[in-house]
């Protein structure tokens, strides 16, 4: 089995910047893709951004640009930088991961196996 633990959210101000972490532990192994979704009050969950296991990464496109992913493997670990949040921006974020003959396409992602319990990103003045 595999847990998620997301941590690194919190109130942030229109215009700044917050990083969330993800971390795995337990059977890393049965790991080799990982994305981060978000979900606003009263809407659908969306998935933002993808990485592969070899780094290869996918974005909403609406989010590219100022969202960034990436993923330490030594640590188990996957980033999500976010840069010049708006108010459109907040979310729970939650970190989902798995073992997938992924392409990385945007598209083409669908949801795996494990989830974590998700970060709270209000945006706000």
């Known amino acids: 089995q595999v847990q998620l633990v997301e941590s690194g959210g919190g109130l942030v101000q229109p215009g700044g910047s917050l990083r969330l972490s993800c971390t795995a532990s337990?059977?890393?192994?049965?790991?080799?893709?990982m994305a981060w979704y978000r979900q606003a009050p009263g809407k659908q969950r969306e998935l933002v951004a993808t990485?592969?296991?070899?780094?290869?990464?996918t974005y909403l496109d609406s989010l590219r640009g100022r969202f960034t992913v990436s993923r330490d493997n030594a640590k188990n670990t996957m980033y999500l930088h976010m840069y010049n949040l708006e108010p459109a921006d907040p979310s729970v974020y939650y970190c989902n991961a798995g073992w997938a003959h992924y392409s990385g396409s945007y598209a083409a992602y669908r949801e795996l196996t494990s989830w974590g319990q998700g970060t709270q990103v209000p945006v706000s003045e």
């Open positions: 990485i592969t296991g070899g780094g290869d990464t």
């Open positions: 337990g059977d890393i192994s049965l790991i080799n893709t």
